[in-house]
């Protein structure tokens, strides 16, 4: 169930993002540059990276509970780096809860 609501929320969004970047008049480095030259904005960024580093940090834990390296969730830590929602949302589609958790 986890893996179908993951993957339901990852396929918008990518649609979505790769729409976004595709007809955005800036960089995403600009654009991000943009966002923390603002207090307000600078805060939202600010948070919504401290939960990626939430979510990056769960991923790791989650794939060692699995017995798997570090380097099998790089490129899941990798876009979350970049894109935030899509790392753990795609690895939540790929791999699911560990041990059977529930949401």
């Given at each position: 169930?986890?893996?179908?609501?993951?993957?339901?929320?990852?396929?918008?969004?990518?649609?979505?993002?790769?729409?976004?970047?595709?007809?955005?008049?800036?960089?995403l480095l600009?654009?991000?540059?943009e966002l923390?030259?603002?207090?307000?904005?600078?805060?939202?960024?600010?948070?919504?990276?401290?939960?990626?580093?939430?979510?990056?940090?769960?991923?790791?834990?989650?794939?060692?509970?699995?017995?798997?390296?570090?380097?099998?969730?790089?490129?899941?830590?990798?876009?979350?780096?970049?894109?935030?929602?899509?790392?753990?949302?795609?690895?939540?589609a790929v791999?699911?809860?560990?041990?059977?958790?529930?949401?």
């Amino acid at each position: 169930m986890v893996r179908f609501i993951a993957l339901a929320l990852l396929v918008p969004l990518t649609l979505y993002t790769a729409w976004t970047m595709s007809t955005a008049e800036q960089s995403l480095l600009a654009f991000g540059l943009e966002l923390v030259s603002s207090p307000d904005t600078a805060q939202l960024v600010i948070d919504l990276y401290l939960m990626a580093g939430l979510a990056g940090f769960w991923m790791v834990r989650d794939n060692r509970a699995r017995g798997g390296s570090t380097g099998a969730v790089l490129p899941y830590l990798l876009l979350t780096a970049v894109f935030v929602s899509v790392g753990p949302l795609l690895y939540l589609a790929v791999r699911g809860l560990a041990g059977g958790q529930r949401v």
